[in-house]
């Protein structure tokens, strides 16, 4: 049963605690019973421990009598619920190998079944039945952790700051419970936390339960300091390495992972590549009503985990040995990785505007996404969006319903060459929307942070200055492959190019780059259709190839 303060949100039909029969079910004695052939049963004393923040690779229990109380060690041990006769422990980090976020210890004399790490994953390949309930529970204590901030970090610093925007859509996107204090709002609050030695140069500041604050650490600092990615060994050969983890990354590993390959995938920042940045996408099959980008990448991620997948997060690609077998990968971080085969689905990089300054108000006001944290630092405010596709789209429908106006900018004649119909139609009923077409960016103006824009009409001449604070850049991108280091042949643009080998023949499959056991998917490959379905088309198909590609070798 949940402590009084989670039984609050019975209030609140939407919060994964008022959805208790979901989220902390009950087996049945003959579930209970099934799960006992993979594990066994222990007697432990109140007060013992089962597992505790920071461990890796827990294990998984069952509880058969007595209590057991999940803790929060980012609230001084708050309690969050505790666990009774038939139900079970654990969350999504039972399908990886990070490190926990809460604790659990015995409130009375208890009797547990205790599954270890690998028998569990046994558990969830064989019983389908109960990989459905667990996994289904799992999210929801994730979520449930995010929204309350249970087992987090906590954020202080300034909330425009460009390092601040940059660990919390960091944090955001991995989908680690953190709380943000800002300075300028709370700065009393923000002092108390700090200590009396911090000024205003050490912000942002990163503060683990019971550890020591980060000073405005890199993505890869703070992933490494918090455990929020996987220990690779490095003389372990996987047999399938996923380089970037957008939806064609991610349906690679899922379909490799399935099939019974060693897989390791490889991100420089958080699941999702540029889809994931996507407040809603309302045209990808079985989502009538639409799903945002971080939800259908987060739950690809578990699926991928589920099946046995490793993801390691901020370790960006640096180059390719493909002179060998098995290939070599180099990552930013220094480390290197073996695989017999590779999938380039790193997708692209953001373009930005050729402004004078522009650097400097790159997360100062300007955003490459548009999601709940973006909105809500624009709330009640004009905001610009450049661009004329779907993600310019989709932003300015989300986003009015947050601010007060939106301006979009494109340089074409309309945005039927660019945009589904059914956005355009939904631009043009809005009375929160004015599209500016034939318009260009001219400058931004501000000091520490984007305080103006000024666009230009390029028919006219005409200029415009608006007291714009937030301005959306979704431009396109250029693709992500100065890592392959020459490996395979690209195009005139930079993207791989497929289906043929070095001598121009055809391949058998059109996802084959001209070095054998080297594939691409998705944005990064020549040719691709700009769309996530496409994408994850590409990443599921692409599997068959690589199997024939392995099969002389595991022969």
């Known amino acids: 049963m949940p402590y009084p303060t989670t039984l609050d949100a019975a209030i609140d039909p939407t919060d994964p605690y008022a959805r208790e029969a979901q989220t902390f079910p009950t087996l049945t004695p003959e579930q209970v019973q099934r799960f006992m052939a993979y594990g066994e049963a222990q007697d432990v004393p109140k007060g013992a421990t089962l597992y505790e923040r920071g461990q890796r690779a827990v294990d998984f229990f069952v509880i058969l009598q007595g209590e057991v109380e999940i803790m929060d060690p980012s609230r001084d041990g708050r309690p969050i619920y505790i666990l009774g006769p038939g139900q079970f422990s654990g969350e999504l980090n039972l399908f990886n190998r990070r490190e926990i976020l809460v604790t659990a210890h015995a409130l009375t004399d208890s009797r547990v079944l205790r599954i270890r790490s690998a028998d569990f994953r046994r558990l969830i390949a064989a019983d389908s039945e109960a990989s459905e309930l667990l996994m289904r529970a799992f999210i929801l204590r994730r979520v449930a952790l995010i929204r309350h901030v249970h087992g987090g970090v906590t954020l202080v610093g300034p909330a425009h700051a460009g390092d601040m925007l940059r660990l919390r859509t960091f944090l955001g996107r991995n989908s680690y419970p953190f709380r943000l204090v800002d300075t300028e709002r709370e700065p009393e609050a923000a002092a108390e936390l700090a ?54 990354g991610l349906a690679s590993a899922v379909y490799a992972a399935s099939e019974g390959l060693s897989t390791l995938v490889i991100e420089g920042v958080a699941p999702g590549g540029q889809a994931g940045t996507s407040s809603k996408i309302e045209n990808y099959l079985g989502f009538p009503t639409g799903i945002s980008g971080q939800a259908l990448a987060g739950r690809a991620q578990a699926q991928a985990q589920k099946f046995g997948a490793r993801l390691a997060i901020a370790r960006a690609a640096a180059d ?12 930013e971080c220094g480390g290197v990785v073996s695989g017999r085969a590779i999938v380039v689905a790193t997708g692209a990089r953001y373009r930005r505007l050729p402004i004078e300054g522009f650097d400097a108000f790159e997360g100062q006001g300007v955003h490459y996404a548009a999601t709940a944290m973006e909105a809500q630092l624009c709330a009640g405010e004009e905001v610009a969006i450049v661009g004329g596709g779907n993600s310019a789209g989709q932003a300015a429908i989300y986003l009015t319903g947050f601010v007060r106006h939106v301006h979009m900018i494109i340089r074409g004649d309309g945005l039927a060459a660019t945009m589904s119909d059914y956005l355009i139609e939904r631009i043009r009923q809005s009375p929160t929307i004015t599209v500016h077409v034939q318009t260009e960016v001219a400058e931004l103006i501000g000091e520490g942070w984007l305080q ?104």
């Open 452 to 555: 103006q824009i000024t666009w230009v009409d390029c028919k006219t001449g005409e200029r415009t200055r608006k007291p714009i604070t937030n301005l959306f850049l979704m431009i396109g991108a250029e693709p992500n492959t100065r890592w392959l280091d020459g490996c395979v042949r690209l195009d005139d643009k930079g993207f791989v190019e497929t289906g043929r080998d070095e001598d121009g023949l055809a391949l058998a499959s059109q996802f084959a780059t001209s070095k054998p056991g080297i594939f691409a998917v998705g944005d990064v490959r020549a040719g691709s259709i700009k769309r996530v379905a496409s994408a994850v088309g590409e990443g599921s198909v692409v599997v068959q190839a690589i199997h024939h590609h392995l099969a002389p070798a595991i022969r």
């Open 320 to 331: 390719l040995d493909c002179s060998q077998s098995p290939f070599r990968l180099k990552l």
């Open 195 to 248: 200590g009396p030695d911090v000024d205003a140069a050490s912000y942002p500041l990163v503060i683990p339960p019971a550890a020591a604050a980060l000073r405005n650490p890199s993505n890869l600092q703070l992933a490494e300091a918090l455990g929020m990615t996987e220990q690779i060994p490095h003389d372990e050969v996987f047999d399938v390495i996923v380089v970037g983890a957008g939806p064609a």
